[in-house]
């Protein structure tokens, strides 16, 4: 990476390692010499400045040379001990697995190797420098500085050059199998010191020379004596081999398999448990490019929040299974995880969220349906013996809460009605567990009413477990378990911790509390070693769905390459989604689109020339967007004469001082084209709005374009909805691009331009800047003037739905329905024996081709606490200009059930009303009320048993 003075300050080693073996490999075969070359690619770290001094400099690419009189040698990369194989204690056996040797010098000299392999190198995993990080073997590269170490034979200690930590075999018990990792530090720390025997090259363990250290002797069930064991028979029950594996484990190494940084069980060669996030798009560094044109990161689509906005099924389940297929292939690099912590399905209930731009809209019913297509990409694919990834539904329950006003995530305690559980919160997590099947749930920071999340048996156990049949494991979110006790005070002891989480349902813990405490809470009385059991017997099983404790060989997941990560078809794919997620807002006087053979445009903004911004939070390392901002985009597609750049301002400053040269780029061009909106200093993980206005001085500098320019369209990019009650009225086009992803920038140009035409609905309420003061902590959805489109009393800017076109549509129902009112037995539809269903036969009455979404609400007329309007049901179909589809809308229980303040759901009895975009209809539901889901009944509903 090259800063403007052509400074190199970064480099991607692990992408240049694994692009120059893949060469060498081939090539040593041949025994021929060879030249090498290889694109480095700008590092994780790498900044928006950054990225501009790569593309300001001529140092874009480095290219190395060897033309030397001698072959590279490259790493024999044996089937047996591949890339990634943890460094592990085992009985010492003089196999050459255990034969090690030192190379001492200057940097980069100071390695540790196989004796009989010298180029696979001790190595620490992803090159990183967090406690805990499992060293392994990999094929030397001569460069990094994650495979320098030294010998201190002074202290018997093996130091990392990059960090200064120790190998370390921490753990108790039999230490066969543990894997070594990487740990501060401490002076005659028994679990720190190795003794290295220079005639045989064996590195014994100090406090029991049996053990030596080694490089995968005992491996997914491939070698002997855990090859025999039932669990590693495949034809035997995943049940049974769950059974046999727990029955042969330690309570240490139950306990430490009970967190997210967990060790796997070494001792009987099963990997770990590797956990990631996936919201949009893999959340990781990059692997091997598979081509010139790859770089081999992530595939970033657009965030939650704009895929909810494309209200399209099908495409949620296009891009999961993308994700998971490049997860997988990552994966078997060593770059990311096979447990995804995705999707994010809490509700955007309060526009001042700051992660509302990691679910799909403030909409149960979308919400549900958002989940039900997205977790089922993720998991399934073309091996059903074995799950592809496992999603993770997040975060239960009633969480939406991140910092506001002395209220913050770790200790809030949600106050939520039953009511409002059952008709909101909980609906997106029944469909995950019965309709998505997902195989995990992860519980959430805070509290509701008095208990928390993680320790919520009644929650967890009793709704999530007995009554809607979930049959997958649940986590903690990180650092939650220990949060019962130092954020909500809910227990005072770790061994009073560990039994509430367990005891709650929470089965694995995203931290250290469990790894560090749940054993000497059993041997404290506090739990039971069954209890535990419980939980483990759940993640083992899911372990084994994964295909972790099976022979890598005959599993068709195991082989996916770099070849199918950042593909054509996968930015085409971004590209795709990032069209149909934008909203056009307003287009007074059809200013849009634009012709590019007959207008000039100044480019204005903090937004103008975004790169990384586009991205969102939660995404991977990527490159690509850095050559798709709008900038550059609108540049390709006009030419550079007719386009003008001046930012004008920053997002968050109140720096006014470049107002001058934006106005003098308006004042020269046709059209403004002002890019406004938020970034992730202004909403995050952590950190809610408090105001709903554009930020800074963006609103006087959209002011100030209009002074200079009446020809302003104004493109918002952001997560949280921005109230902008004045342009609203002053700016003659409005575009919402939300955080378009790594092809946003051609998206927007597209749309602007007419390549396509605008057709995503908002997925929440745009509210006044007033809106703010609404009690963020009041979790009732009906008072203080309601909060989303189901409840909200006043008067939105926008709201729920919202969306032109730049072409028009009529509808028509496909039966007459303008004299008659539908009628249905309440029992008849509750049991799914009657279906009420609604044809619509749209037609593109314009001159433009264009997809258009349907959306399907309904109003129950005669309950008073009934929400306003609930969405049932949508459709989304592509119409040529002229053309007309028929869109199938049907009435579910769920769509048509109400819930009281008992938390009682049922299909009532009365009269509705059913709105589909200008037409309606009356339905009516007769006979006895059929209950769908009621609450059950305790002595003591809030309360945990067995507290103490």
Not at 15 to 41: C, D, E, G, H, P
Not at 917 to 933: C, N, P, Q
Request: a negative charge.
């Amino acid at each position: 990476v090259a800063e403007p003075e052509n400074k190199i300050i970064g480099i991607n080693f692990r992408y240049f390692q694994t692009q120059l073996f893949a060469i060498a490999k081939k090539l040593n075969r041949k025994k021929s010499r060879f030249l090498v070359s290889s694109w480095l690619i700008a590092s994780s770290s790498s900044s928006d400045r950054m990225a501009k001094g790569m593309m300001s400099s001529s140092l874009l690419l480095i290219f190395c040379a060897c033309l030397l009189s001698v072959s590279l040698s490259a790493p024999v990369l044996r089937d047996d001990i591949p890339n990634f194989t943890n460094v592990q204690l085992w009985k010492c056996n003089d196999g050459e697995r255990q034969q090690w040797a030192m190379q001492t010098g200057s940097y980069p000299n100071n390695t540790i190797f196989l004796k009989q392999l010298p180029n696979m190198v001790l190595d620490i995993l992803g090159w990183s420098n967090n406690t805990g990080a499992n060293l392994q073997v990999f094929g030397k590269t001569g460069q990094p500085w994650n495979e320098q170490f030294k010998y201190v034979s002074a202290n018997q200690t093996i130091v990392s050059l990059m960090n200064g930590m120790c190998a370390s075999a921490a753990g108790k018990g039999n230490l066969s199998g543990v894997n070594i990792q990487m740990q501060p530090c401490v002076a005659n720390d028994a679990s720190q010191q190795f003794v290295f025997h220079a005639d045989d090259g064996t590195v014994h363990y100090a406090s029991n020379p049996e053990l030596c250290l080694d490089a995968g002797t005992s491996t997914n069930c491939t070698r002997a004596p855990t090859s025999s064991y039932p669990f590693c028979n495949t034809s035997v029950d995943v049940d049974d081999r769950v059974e046999d594996l727990l029955s042969r484990m330690e309570l240490f190494e139950k306990t430490q398999l009970l967190q997210n940084n967990n060790p796997g069980i070494a001792r009987l060669g099963v990997k770990n448990f590797p956990f990631a996030e996936c919201l949009h798009g893999v959340l990781s560094g990059c692997g091997a490019a598979s081509g010139p044109d790859s770089t081999g990161c992530p595939t970033s689509f657009p965030h939650a929040l704009g895929l909810g906005a494309t209200f399209n099924r099908t495409l949620w389940s296009h891009v999961s299974s993308t994700i998971s297929t490049e997860a997988r292939a990552l994966h078997n690099q060593g770059v990311t995880g096979l447990a995804f912590w995705a999707p994010d399905i809490n509700l955007f209930r309060d526009p001042r969220w700051g992660r509302g731009q990691e679910v799909p809209g403030e909409d149960p019913y979308l919400t549900a349906e958002y989940v039900a297509h997205y977790s089922r990409g993720l998991q399934e694919g073309d091996d059903p013996r074995y799950l592809k990834v496992i999603s993770t539904c997040k975060h239960f329950s009633a969480y939406d809460l991140e910092n506001w006003n002395g209220n913050n995530r770790f200790s809030f305690n949600a106050i939520v009605s039953d009511r409002d559980l059952v008709e909101y919160y909980w609906v997106p997590f029944r469909s995950c567990v019965q309709r998505a099947h997902a195989q995990s749930i992860m519980c959430s920071y805070n509290a509701v009413n008095g208990v928390p999340s993680c320790a919520n048996s009644l929650f967890q156990n009793t709704i999530v477990r007995d009554e809607w049949g979930f049959d997958g494991f649940i986590v903690s979110d990180c650092g939650a378990v220990g949060g019962i006790q130092s954020g909500h005070h809910y227990t005072n002891t770790s061994d009073a911790t560990c039994r509430a989480g367990i005891l709650g349902g929470c089965d694995l813990n995203c931290g250290s509390f469990y790894g560090g405490h749940l054993e000497d809470a059993v041997k404290n009385n506090a739990l039971t070693e069954a209890q535990v059991d419980v939980s483990v017997r759940r993640v083992l099983k899911h372990m084994f769905m994964l295909g972790l404790v099976d022979p890598t060989e005959g599993q068709y997941y195991t082989h996916l390459t770099s070849a199918v990560v950042d593909t054509p078809e996968h930015r085409q794919l971004a590209l795709q989604a990032a069209h149909q997620l934008i909203v056009l807002l307003k287009n007074d006087g059809a200013l849009l689109p634009l012709d590019p053979e007959k207008v000039s445009v100044a480019i204005i903004g903090p937004h103008g020339n975004a790169t990384q911004d586009m991205l969102s939070n939660y995404h991977g390392n990527n490159v690509l967007v850095n050559s798709h901002s709008p900038l550059a985009a609108i540049t390709a597609m006009l030419g550079a004469s007719k386009v003008k750049f001046a930012a004008g301002c920053d997002v968050s400053t109140n720096d006014t001082s470049h107002f001058a040269d934006a106005v003098a780029a308006a004042k020269s061009s046709d059209v403004a084209l002002v890019f406004v909106g938020l970034n992730q200093d202004r909403e995050s993980e952590g950190h809610d709005r408090t105001m709903l206005e554009l930020p800074g001085v963006q609103q006087q500098l959209v002011e100030a374009i209009l002074a200079a320019n009446q020809h302003v369209i104004l493109i918002q990019m952001n997560g949280g909805p921005l109230a902008i009650d004045k342009l609203k009225e002053s700016v003659p086009a409005i575009v919402e691009a939300f955080y378009p992803g790594e092809m946003g920038g051609d998206a927007i140009a597209d749309i602007l331009f007419g390549k396509v035409s605008p057709s995503g609905r908002l997925p929440y309420t745009i509210y006044p800047a007033d809106f703010i003061k609404r009690s963020y902590a009041n979790m009732d959805l009906r008072n203080e003037s309601g909060c989303t489109y189901r409840y909200y009393t006043g008067t939105p800017l926008w709201t729920f739905g919202d969306g032109l076109s730049y072409t028009t549509f009529d509808y028509k129902w496909g039966v007459d329905l303008s004299t008659s009112q539908l009628s249905f037995d309440a029992g008849r539809v509750g049991r799914q024996e009657d279906a009420i269903n609604y044809t619509v036969v749209v037609t593109n009455t314009g001159k433009v081709d264009s997809d258009v979404s349907v959306l399907g609400f309904i109003t129950a007329q005669e309950q008073p606490d009934a929400p306003l309007k609930e969405l049932f049901d949508f459709g989304r179909v592509h119409l040529a200009a002229g053309e007309s589809a028929t869109v199938h809308l049907t009435v579910g229980p769920s769509g048509l059930s109400l819930v009281d303040e008992y938390g009682v759901e049922a299909i009532r009895a009365g009269h509705y009303k059913i709105q589909v975009e200008d037409l309606s209809a009356d339905l009516e539901i007769t006979g006895e009320d059929h209950v769908i889901f009621s609450l059950p009944e305790m002595k003591e509903r809030h309360a945990f048993l067995g507290r103490h």
